[in-house]
């Protein structure tokens, strides 16, 4: 139900969503059995077709034994939500596959700071890429990211990726996630961390593996200029009228 809702865009979205829809189904069921009870209760002893109610306490085994019932179906649902909650927490929290690249996430009041590695592909080195609120992501790679917060309690948050990780000033906590769908999402700040909180988001943008590589050499200053044979009428037309007077020179 939840991919309806908004996109699956890592690679873990999925396992998150399946384990809310178990939760919205096994309380929506227990939900709609009480409610029923309560109400065919409330219609069936009514006052116009019953006598004035007997005052039970409940505490004779034949009145408690439907309590005990109740309770153990309930924890057998609580056990079986726990199952599945904690694989997808070990899954997402503590498994840490190999990294295809590393990059670096510092929250600050009020803005993102991501550093790419760059051509490179290795942090802390002289072609890092570094923007302000807007990260780019190769599709299909495997990232792991270093949250730091550089002043308050922030917290990372990528709703396409069903992620989301408190950054703590001192600390540098490490994650990861698997981008597996390209094209424009959201980011945002999902602790109150000051005046400017509401208007702490970022932009993500996942590419293709040529878009990307296109990206880094852009950012580096290295993207390949368009040569003379290349130049189309517009661009000669545009040479044209940026000469002088509008004369072209021949020699």
Same mark, same amino acid.
């Given at each position: 139900?939840?991919?309806?809702?908004?996109?699956?865009?890592?690679?873990?979205?999925?396992?998150?969503?399946?384990?809310?829809?178990?939760?919205?189904?096994? &309380?929506?069921?227990?939900? +709609?059995? #009480?409610?029923?009870? %309560?109400?065919? /209760?409330?219609?069936?002893?009514? =006052?116009? @077709?019953?006598?004035?109610?007997?005052?039970?306490?409940?505490?004779?085994?034949?009145?408690t034994k439907w309590i005990h019932y109740a309770h153990y179906a309930v924890i057998?649902?609580?056990?079986?939500?726990?199952?599945?909650?904690?694989?997808?927490?070990?899954?997402?929290?503590?498994?840490?596959?190999?990294?295809?690249?590393?990059?670096?996430?510092?929250?600050?009041?009020?803005?993102?700071?991501?550093?790419?590695?760059?051509?490179?592909?290795?942090?802390?080195?002289?072609?890092?890429?570094?923007?302000?609120?807007?990260?780019?992501?190769?599709?299909?790679? &495997?990232?792991?990211?270093? +949250?730091? #917060?550089?002043?308050? %309690?922030?917290? /990372?948050?990528?709703?396409?990726? =069903?992620? @989301?990780?408190?950054?703590?000033?001192?600390?540098?906590?490490?994650?990861?996630?698997?981008?597996?769908?390209?094209?424009?999402?959201?980011?945002?700040?999902?602790?109150?961390?000051?005046?400017?909180?509401?208007?702490m988001g970022a932009k993500l943008v996942v590419e293709t593996k040529e878009q990307?590589?296109?990206?880094?050499?852009?950012?580096?200053?290295?993207?390949?200029?368009?040569?003379?044979?290349?130049?189309?009428?517009?661009?000669?037309?545009?040479?044209?009228?940026?000469?002088?007077?509008?004369?072209?020179?021949?020699?």
């Amino acid at each position: 139900m939840m991919e309806h809702i908004i996109l699956e865009g890592s690679s873990y979205a999925a396992q998150i969503d399946h384990l809310i829809d178990l939760i919205f189904v096994i &309380v929506g069921v227990w939900f +709609l059995a #009480a409610e029923g009870l %309560l109400f065919y /209760f409330i219609i069936r002893y009514r =006052r116009k @077709k019953e006598p004035k109610a007997a005052y039970v306490t409940g505490e004779s085994p034949k009145h408690t034994k439907w309590i005990h019932y109740a309770h153990y179906a309930v924890i057998v649902c609580d056990l079986f939500i726990l199952y599945f909650a904690v694989m997808a927490w070990y899954h997402v929290k503590q498994e840490l596959p190999q990294a295809e690249r590393t990059i670096r996430i510092v929250g600050q009041q009020w803005a993102w700071k991501f550093t790419d590695p760059g051509l490179d592909n290795e942090l802390d080195t002289a072609d890092d890429v570094v923007t302000m609120d807007e990260l780019h992501l190769q599709v299909n790679t &495997v990232y792991h990211f270093k +949250l730091e #917060a550089k002043d308050v %309690l922030h917290s /990372f948050s990528v709703p396409v990726f =069903r992620l @989301k990780q408190d950054a703590i000033p001192g600390r540098v906590i490490t994650g990861w996630f698997l981008p597996t769908k390209t094209g424009e999402f959201d980011i945002q700040c999902t602790q109150m961390c000051g005046l400017g909180h509401g208007i702490m988001g970022a932009k993500l943008v996942v590419e293709t593996k040529e878009q990307h590589k296109a990206w880094l050499l852009e950012q580096s200053g290295r993207a390949p200029q368009p040569s003379a044979q290349n130049s189309t009428p517009n661009t000669i037309q545009n040479n044209i009228q940026n000469k002088p007077n509008g004369l072209i020179t021949k020699k």
